[in-house]
């Protein structure tokens, strides 16, 4: 995330808390390049070393509590209004915070069905609720998971402007691919071709780059994340490529005819229509049918 999108994700927070009632907002994590929170990508979009404390206050209050080696950084961002940079502990400064704030409620990041609202560790839970043990704030924690799902959900304007450049990249990729791709070629041929145009582009994997597009040629193909194989496309058959690459996150699901054979076009619609349902809460997608 740049420093912009954060910014733009912090307002949209704000605005949140107030849409769902909710006092606050709070993620708490430390050695992120271990066990990252997905969230610490919408309010700091960099990575922390020390226990680090960011706490969203519906008044528009912003409050980011870190080791002393990543303050500067986190000053940087232009969207907090108080950054403290702390030597010893972070839980003084995090409940002196709470304290200024007192909300009733306080969202945290646990969630037992969305994965990218669960990102506080059992350890930092343990560590927070012991430190909060003797105050009114232990009683207060509640799930943030609604408030994620609608900050991820509800992209800024930044994140619109680069998903359309996104997707521009991606349709003109997917033309050239078009022109290239004929009866005969393998699964394996086509992972090979877009990954070397992926790499002129200086861009990475959004997975695993074994894997990273997923190619499917045809209904004998492994379904799901499994890797290309010497499978060949052919005629009247559909061919599926799934892929995610980042420098801005986008995955796109293709589907292309192509010979001259019919195929029932009403169940390839229904399938797209099943991912376009799929596609609003994070992933846009694109259905391109070749005919030659």
Known sequence: MTAAIVREKLDQAVALLNELGLDAWLTLTR???????????????????????FLIGRGGERFAIVGRFDADNVRGLGGYTEVTGYDLSLWPALREALGRLDPKTVAINYSESDPAADGLTHGMWRGLTQHLADTPYAERLVSAQGLVAALRGRKSATEAMLIRAAIRTTEKLFKELGGWLKVGRTEQQVAAYLTKAREAQGL???????YCPVVNAGPDSSPGHALPGKLTFARGQILHIDRKWHAVSIAL????????????????????ANHRRIARSDDPCLLVVVEK
């Open 31 to 53: 050695e992120s390049s271990l066990t990252p929170d997905p969230c610490l990508d919408l309010v700091a979009g960099m990575g922390m070393t020390w226990h680090s404390a």
């Open 204 to 210: 990475g994997t959004a997975w695993d780059e074994a």
């Open 253 to 272: 699901d293709l589907k292309v005819q192509k010979s001259g054979r019919q195929i029932n076009t009403t169940d390839v619609f229904l399938l797209f």
